[in-house]
């Protein structure tokens, strides 16, 4: 099956969003890292905090990801969003069904 879409324009946007999203999963899911309890943080073991550090850079990491994104699929600034962006010219709404149908004939 062919792809009848334009070609993706924003490769190296969706490659940074992966890898910026692996290291966020990779990071607590490769035990070997951080199954020790030295060095401790106070009275945490490094096991603990280790993890808890987690917390707020996946956030961040997530957040960055959510970005760039946003910003990859917002469409251009003279509106051309295709023709999806353009009610239909009979006004029936974007499904194609009559407003009072339910898919029935009238």
């Given at each position: 099956?062919?792809?009848?879409?334009?070609?993706?324009?924003?490769?190296?946007?969706w490659v940074?969003?992966?890898?910026?999203?692996?290291?966020?999963?990779?990071?607590?899911?490769?035990?070997?890292?951080?199954?020790?309890?030295?060095?401790?943080?106070?009275?945490?073991?490094?096991?603990?905090?280790?993890?808890?550090?987690?917390?707020?850079?996946v956030?961040?990491?997530?957040?960055?990801?959510?970005?760039?994104?946003?910003?990859?699929a917002?469409?251009?600034?003279d509106?051309g969003?295709?023709p999806?962006?353009?009610?239909?010219?009979?006004?029936?709404?974007?499904?194609?069904?009559?407003?009072?149908?339910?898919?029935?004939?009238?």
């Amino acid at each position: 099956m062919t792809h009848s879409g334009p070609p993706r324009t924003h490769t190296g946007a969706w490659v940074l969003v992966t890898i910026l999203l692996l290291v966020a999963v990779l990071g607590t899911l490769i035990v070997p890292i951080y199954a020790r309890s030295s060095p401790k943080l106070g009275s945490f073991p490094f096991f603990y905090w280790y993890q808890l550090l987690w917390v707020p850079v996946v956030a961040l990491l997530t957040t960055i990801c959510y970005l760039i994104t946003t910003r990859v699929a917002r469409p251009a600034p003279d509106g051309g969003g295709g023709p999806a962006a353009s009610p239909p010219p009979d006004g029936q709404p974007l499904g194609g069904q009559p407003l009072g149908g339910r898919g029935e004939a009238s």
